[in-house]
């Protein structure tokens, strides 16, 4: 996953706090203040993750973003970045030599700053009325979007540390990000489901199974490029 340039698409990170978030806003019908009664919740899926700086940095953005609205705040990811961080500098300064956490911070920087203005961009030449064709390029180019600004502002880290870099990033994660997304959800409410019905559970965790075997399958399909990096 590592040498295919999908390794964030397994660790927890932004990515999947925020697909718990979604759930339970679905769950509490978009009602923030019933939501952010499960902030404690995801401090115990950041701890029983491992308790990383990624972890924690997405579930302190995650609870200062569903604060906002119940405190009468508008909405801002910069700050909400931010306050994360100092956050956890003030437990720990000597986290700022993290490498995972620069990592971490970067690529959703990358996201806050460039994502929206880059989507604007590779959508924006499309001026057709086929809705099914728009609902494909803005779902490919949200993805792609992404993708490149995290790449951005991680990719010099990324070859100073581990002296690599990924050309095929961009393309495995178009590929496997999304399936990452299905897969986690998938198997989140395959757990949940085992408490309810056994027989139901074990078919949907099989559903989960073949999307994280799809995830393997692309990132050794693409390591095995000639120049997937350098």
């Not at 700086?53 to 609205?69: E, H, K, N, T, Y």
């Not at 494909?136 to 690599?164: D, E, K």
């Amino acid at each position: 996953l590592n040498r295919a340039g999908v390794m964030h698409a397994a660790v927890v990170s932004g990515m999947h706090i925020s697909f718990l978030v979604s759930f339970f806003l679905i769950l509490c019908r978009g009602r923030r203040g019933p939501a952010l009664c499960l902030v404690p919740l995801l401090v115990f899926y950041a701890l029983m993750a491992g308790g990383t700086p990624s972890a924690f940095r997405a579930v302190i953005m995650q609870g200062v973003l569903l604060a906002g609205p119940v405190l009468g705040r508008e909405d801002d990811p910069p700050t909400s970045l931010g306050f994360a961080l100092l956050v956890l500098l003030l437990q720990n300064p000597f986290a700022a030599a993290s490498v995972s956490l620069q990592l971490s911070f970067s690529a959703t920087l990358g996201m806050v700053l460039l994502s929206p203005r880059l989507y604007r961009g590779l959508t924006g030449w499309y001026k057709g009325k086929n809705r099914v064709l728009r609902h494909g390029l803005c779902f490919v180019m949200a993805n792609l979007a992404a993708t490149l600004s995290a790449v951005v502002f991680t990719a010099p880290l990324t070859a100073y540390y581990f002296r690599i870099f990924v050309l095929v990033a961009p393309l495995s994660s178009l590929l496997a990000v999304p399936a990452a997304g299905w897969s986690f959800m998938t198997a989140f409410v395959t757990a949940l489901l085992g408490f309810v019905w056994l027989p139901l559970a074990r078919i949907l965790g099989a559903l989960a199974w073949v999307l994280v075997r799809y995830i393997l399958l692309v990132a050794e399909w693409l390591m095995g490029w000639r120049y997937h990096a350098i």
